[in-house]
């Protein structure tokens, strides 16, 4: 059965902590693994992680994708209030079904 | 560009009723999915439809059903609601093609009691 599994399910940092979120995928015909951040309801797309582009960067984010380990980190440097949210990692399969496997998410609390 | 849009936001039913819950699909998007959340929980996959044919099914009853209107707008019925469907309903919409970002709505919101 397909797997996606985050770590920590939750963390609490002060502004200015940099922080890493953990994704873990058994996936069938693996293609790619995507992050969405998710803040109130409608999650919304940070990066997409493919055999052909396995590190991202935006700003304060960063991706990488370790497909001898079947991992994912997501890398968040300076992190302010405003990067509360659940963080939610999703792997993709093969075939015309475009499904996602999501994780559980991160849930991520920045204090002042 | 018009983003995807679903109603209701919130609705509360009993055991046993049945809801249809509705989506607007991002401009120029020919495909959407529909995905179950939990409290607590990631998003599962219920289905996802293109050309108004369901195409891919996630581990789900057959009470949960689905359709696609020549617009690509789409609903998502629950027949004989049960506690456990108590979720957040999120539809996302995409080009059809290879496996990639999906565009989703804020939810519907739906409580059985």
């Known amino acids: 059965e397909d797997k996606v599994v985050q770590s920590p399910l939750s963390l609490v940092v002060h502004e200015g902590d940099t922080v890493t979120l953990n994704c873990s995928y058994e996936?069938?015909?693996?293609?790619?693994l995507l992050w969405y951040k998710q803040e109130k309801k409608a999650p919304t797309f940070l990066f997409m992680l493919?055999?052909?582009?396995i590190e991202k960067k935006s700003g304060r984010l960063s991706s990488i994708l370790d497909k001898k380990e079947l991992s994912s980190i997501l890398n968040i440097t300076a992190t302010q209030t405003g990067d509360s949210a659940i963080y939610l990692c999703?792997?993709?399969?093969?075939?015309?079904?475009?499904?996602?496997?999501f994780g559980t998410g991160t849930l991520l609390a920045v204090q002042p | 560009e018009t983003g995807v849009t679903q109603s209701p936001t919130h609705l509360i039913k009993t055991r046993g009723q049945q809801v249809t819950l509705r989506c607007s699909s991002q401009?120029?998007?020919?495909?959407v999915s529909w995905y179950q959340q939990a409290l607590g929980q990631g998003p599962q996959f219920i289905f996802q439809?293109?050309?108004?044919?369901?195409?891919g099914r996630g581990n789900f009853p057959p009470r949960f059903s689905g359709l696609q209107f020549p617009n690509y707008s789409s609903e998502l019925n629950v027949n004989a609601l049960e506690l456990d469907d108590s979720a957040l309903y999120l539809c996302?919409?995409?080009?059809?093609?290879?496996?990639?970002?999906?565009?989703f709505g804020e939810g519907s919101r739906l409580t059985v009691l």
């Open positions: 996302a919409s995409s080009f059809w093609g290879p496996p990639g970002e999906l565009f």
């Open positions: 996936v069938t015909n693996f293609r790619s």
């Open positions: 493919t055999s052909s582009g």
């Open positions: 999703a792997g993709t399969t093969g075939g015309a079904t475009n499904k996602l496997i």
């Open positions: 401009s120029g998007h020919n495909t």
């Open positions: 439809y293109y050309r108004e044919e369901e195409n």
